[in-house]
């Protein structure tokens, strides 16, 4: 498991190292090699993740969630981007790394993502096919929405931000859908892989949407 620095506080809690993660879309969950002590790493990334999001409802250990929270100032969200993204997908860590890994891919290609939303926002109205439950936010509003939650300073409801999210990858899979019927009439290897892309991205889109459900039964850890 790739981690924080050695020496670093979150070393100190999960003791492990820290090496730059690899760059990643949304659609590419692809897992990191096991680490040398995954359950201590495990317990890191739900600390952290309670600690973001729970600080102000409930903690265990308040101690330590502070010191976690802490790492995000000085060494940067990407470390426990890290820790995030080897939880479990319907867990919430795996909901942050899910929601971490949207917002990074959507602001490094505004372009493509606004255009495939576009796309799918398009094709949505004229199929009358309903995105989620919840209103899809622009890119701007996911950023902030985003930022909010990762900073610890969110305070709205979790679960429909969540869901907003995963509405917002619902569109992108339909705008990618159609990106990829459009790229087959030319590329058909293209449109092969963006169809692909689509299935794990709606993937990422269920699964957003059962850790709502969880947290609105307790139940998401």
């Not at 020496?7 to 809690?13: H, P």
């Not at 993660?21 to 969950?29: D, N, Y």
């Not at 995000?72 to 867990?91: H, K, M, N, T």
């Not at 890119?139 to 300073?153: C, Q, R, V, W, Y």
Request: hydrophobic content about 40%; aromatic content about 6%.
């Amino acid at each position: 498991m790739r981690g924080a620095r050695a020496g670093s506080k979150v070393a100190q809690v999960a003791g492990f190292r820290h090496h730059k993660p690899r760059p990643f879309a949304p659609e590419e969950f692809e897992p990191y090699e096991g680490g040398a002590d995954p359950a201590r790493v495990s317990e890191a990334a739900h600390l952290s993740a309670q600690a973001f999001v729970r600080r102000g409802i409930e903690n265990n250990d308040p101690e330590v969630s502070n010191r976690l929270i802490k790492v995000a100032e000085s060494e940067g969200l990407e470390v426990l981007a890290e820790l995030w993204s080897e939880a479990p997908a319907r867990s919430l860590p795996g909901a942050l790394w899910r929601l971490y890994a949207v917002r990074a891919a959507t602001m490094n290609k505004p372009e493509m993502h606004s255009a495939r939303f576009q796309a799918g926002a398009h094709r949505a109205q004229v199929e009358r096919i309903v995105a989620g439950v919840a209103e899809p936010p622009t890119a701007e509003e996911l950023k902030k929405m985003t930022d909010s939650i990762l900073s610890g300073a969110f305070d709205g409801d979790f679960a429909h931000a969540l869901e907003r999210t995963a509405a917002y990858c619902r569109v992108l899979v339909l705008g990618m859908t159609e990106h990829a019927d459009a790229a087959d009439l030319s590329n058909s290897e293209r449109g092969t892989k963006l169809t692909g892309q689509a299935r794990a991205l709606s993937k990422t889109a269920e699964d957003l949407e059962a850790c709502a459900r969880l947290w609105r039964q307790d139940a998401l850890d």
